[in-house]
């Protein structure tokens, strides 16, 4: 059971994660008003603000599976509270660097500061290699925290263990169960260390050619392929932290007995585990230089490595909840529309990882369309749940049946988070390029439709802020009291 | 209207951010050799040759079977003997069954047709069918086509030259050339691509550059283990021997 | 356009059906006074698996030989334009271009009904090469890669003006990089 001192860090994560969010929505919305022409901001301006928004987000929801993870790990195994306060003390310190590159360096490579762009230097001098070092901190910081989970968890279990292998066969007396959510946590942190492994050889390319003094140049396919396996596996390992949670706490706030590991959740997870790894290579269809083989596994392991995990997913959550008395709260209701958005998200996934659509749809409007939807209507959601749970453990509170007026604010949350993905995917779908400052005329509808998605998205950020004081308020409690209350445990 | 507003932004913006541009940066000029461009897919001037099996013009060749040409000068003490000989070693090792005919042609006016046969005979070329030896009374014309300018240096009466293959296509059109020392892969893609077969994407030779996903140095022509490749495994071999040496240990509590 | 929009229509199709699964799901569980719920699960759950399975092969069968890589290759272009990229604009030449020494064609004309090749590289940051037709929907594109040559090849059914985008962020400048080129 986690200690009063690691609820407070976990606490902290939450209250920072939901400031952090609120601030990067707002920069998102203010780009798409931009779009819209509602406003008018230099292009500079508005590439800091996609650098920093991109940067932002990716980190804020890879920290929220982790540190969401890391709580319930307390459920199973010895957690140590001095290792989270490290990762948040490192954590606060890369943002508040990567922000002051981003808004005072006036940093604009975007958060995938794909080579040789950063050493273009449009900003300050000293925003390339102070944007470096924030990301050498924020990636430190994970690094040693993942390691330091994945010591947790095989402090009581074996490696095998771990991964379930022993659920490999059909029989049912295993001598040590493996819960689902020490497997699927397992899967993705040791993505999540993988993908941070990768960043770090990145950081050490740039490195040395930045202080190479022209001796040394990177070859840009290579950097690329780096970029984007760092890039693209971490926002996938987000996904699965957040599902984690779901199949930990999904069943419990439901009233429904626990999900447990049978032979093809353990085989489903451990096949994820291989083929996200090279789902990444979707990302160089358009690099024609990319070894072809390379372009087919892209596409074979993007369709396969759907199958285990969200089709266990999917048939795990309808079989827990059709037909059956549920107890509707509102952490399994977020839980259950993330599933939704995550699916649909996926779907829109999969029809840019087909190399025969992707020659229409690689850099259009469609590629933040579907990780939009994943993110803002799946994993954020899938946060929130554990946020909301996260909030009445610590201020004792039971989860009460969803009520009426939260009801409403999930409303605005469905529509505003759905309509704003929608004029995405439609733009997408007429070729609007994406990371375009302003339209160009061509364009007809294109302003339009960020205009428009800059209001969905407004009504989203409201039905943010409108779920988010409750949650803040009750999370504060724990640092009020010194004492648990009765009920936190 | 709008549009002026964009690009007016857009240009004061940058503007006002050029004297941010500290760093000078080398710029893919300096770290690329675009040479290897110059001249690609233009018609190949229709030279006469002339060789140890008559007289005849480039045309009479190609339309035949593509060529590879190389270009040497007989008196040549630095890079044309190894060239030559790296080239007949990849040929042989490539085992090709594509088609193409070999012409070794002098660029050194002194150099005459029994000095180009001896040079064939050091190779032990001079029987070989698919090698021609010739020379050329437009060694000018030839230079301009493709872009290759060597210079003499009368201190050690040598030319400074770069080593330079020329792949030329059925309808005479250059498909590819490739400069310096090359390793085979980079002689199979000239190779196919003289032979029509599409190849959709290529690199340029590059300076300073290491860790390329691909495996040729210009610089010795030798291969090299994909270091590139090498590092794009590393952070999954890192894991795993990071979680086989964590796994290693027993758990406490079982 | 056609092709846009079915990705589209497919898109939102499937949208409706999942979002119309769930709430099917979602009515089924309110208001139980006992569970009612999937008996024996096992056989549906492997009929599922399969479907789902089925479904990701047959689509891959499908889609793989549609791939654009190998668009043309046993055609010789009838014309080759260079394309060096930097920020913010594309050079563009029938000759090839070096980045010391760059030369342009203003106007570039390609031929209809006939392969074209663009060998893309660049010159400074990658971009992107994105071409299209007078509708401004995208037809085809290649990555513009410093120290690479992708060669593009295409057919171009209807005469007029096109024109190329940029497709991969390359700074401040990138909306705003683009050029175009004529077919007739």
């Not at chain 1, 779009?35 to 990716?58: A, C, W």
């Not at chain 1, 169960?177 to 946590?185: D, M, S, V």
Request: aromatic letters at 14%.
């Amino acid at each position: 059971m986690p200690t009063l001192s690691f609820k407070r860090i976990t606490s902290a994560w939450i209250i920072t994660i939901l400031v952090l969010f609120v601030l990067a929505i707002s920069f998102g919305i203010t780009m798409r008003f931009n779009q819209g022409r509602d406003i008018d901001i230099s292009p500079v301006t508005f590439y800091s603000l996609m650098t920093v928004h991109g940067l932002t987000m990716i980190g804020i929801w890879a920290v929220a599976g982790m540190a969401a993870v890391n709580y319930l790990l307390a459920r199973y195994v010895k957690v140590s509270t001095s290792l989270n306060v490290f990762a948040f003390v490192l954590t606060v310190v890369g943002v508040v660097i990567l922000w002051v590159v981003g808004f005072i360096g006036k940093f604009h490579a975007g958060w995938t500061f794909l080579y040789p762009l950063p050493f273009r230097v449009a900003w300050e001098e000293w925003a390339t290699l102070w944007f470096l070092i924030g990301l050498t901190v924020l990636g430190v910081g994970w690094l040693v925290w993942s390691v330091g989970m994945i010591m947790q968890i095989l402090k009581k279990y074996t490696l095998g263990q771990s991964f379930a292998w022993q659920h490999f066969t059909k029989k049912h007396d295993v001598a040590v169960e493996t819960p689902p959510f020490i497997l699927i946590t397992m899967v993705s942190i040791i993505g999540i260390l993988i993908s941070l492994i990768t960043a770090v050889i990145l950081l050490v390319l740039f490195y040395a050619e930045y202080f190479s003094n022209g001796t040394f140049t990177n070859d840009p396919l290579l950097m690329k392929n780096l970029t984007y396996f760092f890039g693209h596996t971490i926002a996938n390992e987000a996904l699965y932290l957040g599902l984690a949670t779901l199949y930990e706490l999904l069943p419990e706030v439901s009233g429904r007995p626990k999900f447990k590991t049978t032979w093809y959740v353990a085989v489903g997870w451990n096949c994820t585990m291989v083929f996200v790894l090279t789902a990444f290579f979707h990302h160089l269809y358009m690099d024609f230089v990319q070894p072809y083989g390379f372009q087919l596994v892209g596409q074979f392991a993007s369709y396969f490595a759907s199958i285990p995990s969200a089709a266990v997913t999917i048939v795990s959550v309808i079989v827990l909840i059709y037909g059956n008395k549920i107890k509707w709260s509102l952490t399994n209701i977020l839980f259950f529309l993330g599933l939704v958005g995550w699916i649909i998200g996926g779907v829109g996934a999969l029809i840019d990882a087909t190399i025969s659509n992707n020659i229409i749809l690689h850099n259009t409007l469609w590629v933040p369309a579907h990780f939009h939807t994943y993110n803002v209507m799946g994993n954020v959601l899938f946060s929130l749940a554990f946020f909301v749970w996260a909030a009445n453990q610590f201020a004792g509170t039971d989860s009460k049946n969803i009520s009426k007026a939260q009801l409403v604010k999930l409303s605005i949350l469905v529509i505003g988070g759905f309509g704003f993905v929608l004029m995405f995917y439609i733009a997408g779908a007429y070729s609007v390029p994406r990371r375009y400052a302003l339209y160009p005329e061509e364009f007809t509808s294109a302003a339009i439709l960020a205009s428009a998605g800059a209001w969905f998205a407004l009504a989203y950020l409201i039905a943010i802020l409108l779920l988010l004081g409750n949650i803040v308020s009750k999370c504060l409690k724990v640092f009020s009291s010194s004492q648990p209350s009765p009920l936190s445990h | 209207m709008f549009k002026s507003i964009f690009f007016f932004t857009t240009l004061t913006s940058l503007t006002l951010s050029t004297p941010l541009f500290g760093q000078t940066l080398p710029t893919a000029g300096d770290i690329y050799n675009f040479s290897e461009e110059s001249k690609v897919y233009t018609k190949m001037i229709d030279i006469p040759l002339n060789t140890m099996e008559g007289n005849f013009h480039l045309s009479d060749l190609y339309a035949q079977k593509p060529i590879i040409m190389a270009l040497v000068f007989t008196r040549c003490t630095g890079i044309c003997s190894p060239f030559l000989l790296q080239l007949h070693d990849h040929l042989r090792s490539l085992d090709n069954k594509r088609k193409f005919s070999v012409l070794v042609v002098s660029f050194d006016p002194k150099d005459s047709l029994s000095e180009m046969q001896s040079l064939a005979a050091r190779f032990q070329l001079q029987n070989n069918k698919q090698w021609i030896f010739a020379t050329t009374p437009q060694i000018d014309s030839l230079k301009t086509a493709i872009d290759f300018y060597p210079t003499w240096d009368s201190t050690t009466a040598q030319f400074d030259h770069e080593a330079l293959l020329v792949g030329i296509n059925e309808n005479g059109y250059i498909g590819k050339k490739l400069l310096g020392m090359r390793d085979e892969r980079a002689l199979l893609s000239l190779i196919k691509e003289i032979n029509n077969e599409f190849v959709f994407s290529y690199p340029l030779p590059a300076k300073n550059t290491i860790f390329s996903c691909f495996t040729y140095d210009p610089a010795t022509g030798k291969k090299k283990p994909s270091l590139g490749l090498l590092i794009l495994l590393l952070p999954a071999i890192i894991t795993l021997s990071l979680l086989l040496w964590l796994g290693s240990r027993k758990p406490k509590l079982n | 356009m056609k092709e846009h929009m079915f990705i589209l229509t497919l898109f939102l199709v499937l949208a409706v059906i999942i979002a119309g699964v769930f709430t099917f799901v979602y009515r089924s569980s309110v208001g139980n006074k006992e569970d009612n719920g999937i008996k024996n699960p096992t056989g549906k759950r492997f009929i599922f698996f399969l479907l789902f399975t089925g479904a990701m092969v047959i689509l891959l069968f499908i889609t793989i030989p549609k791939s654009p890589y190998y668009a043309f290759a046993n055609d010789a272009p009838a014309k080759v334009i260079h394309v060096s990229a930097m920020q913010y604009m594309f050079m563009m030449s029938s000759q090839a271009i070096d980045p010391n020494n760059p030369s342009m064609e203003p106007d570039i004309t390609v031929p209809v009904d006939k392969v074209v090749e663009f060998r893309v590289t660049s010159s400074d940051v990658t971009h992107g090469f994105g071409i299209y037709n007078d509708k401004a929907e995208l037809i085809t594109q290649t990555q513009a890669m410093p120290g690479y040559v992708n060669r593009l090849r295409f057919k171009f059914t209807k005469p007029g003006n096109y024109n190329i985008l940029c497709l991969e962020y390359c700074g401040a400048g990138h909306a705003v990089m683009r050029s175009s080129f004529t077919v007739n």
